[in-house]
């Protein structure tokens, strides 16, 4: 079965207002250790999955979904909270099976990071069961 093509310049888009559970500080209760009251940069890399993910939703059949494979990303710029962050995914190019998306992610003040994602379409259940057979339920 053929898949639809993706667009160059095709792209997703998610935005957020920064709260509390966004934050770097948010890790120092979960490990003991101390971070800043800035955004997480683990939370930025997750909006821009997200956005790119959302790129590719026309392309998705029944049952499948598209799951993050690489980034390699930078996080230049600290965002406080209650400041709004907006990423954006958007396609570059095919890899083999790959999606190759650039994304950034804004604040008011401007860039916050940037770098190259890349994503592959796959079935949700099987997906699932492998993840199963590596780690069982704990019963």
Do not use: C, Q, W
Request: aromatic letters at 2%.
């Amino acid at each position: 079965m053929s898949r639809a093509e993706l667009s160059p310049g095709a792209a997703g888009r998610v935005s957020i207002v920064v709260g509390e559970g966004d934050l770097a500080s948010v890790l120092a209760g979960v490990t003991g250790d101390s971070f800043p009251r800035v955004l997480a940069t683990a939370r930025m890399i997750a909006l821009m999955e997200i956005a790119a993910a959302r790129a590719l939703v026309p392309l998705l059949g029944e049952g499948e979904l598209s799951v993050g494979v690489n980034l390699d990303v930078s996080h230049t710029a600290a965002t406080p909270p209650g400041a709004t962050v907006t990423a954006t995914g958007t396609f570059l190019r095919m890899e083999g099976k790959l999606y190759v998306f650039e994304v950034v992610a804004e604040d008011g003040g401007g860039e916050i990071g940037r770098g190259l994602h890349r994503r592959a379409i796959v079935a949700r259940e099987r997906l699932e069961a492998g993840a199963a057979r590596r780690v069982p339920p704990r019963g």
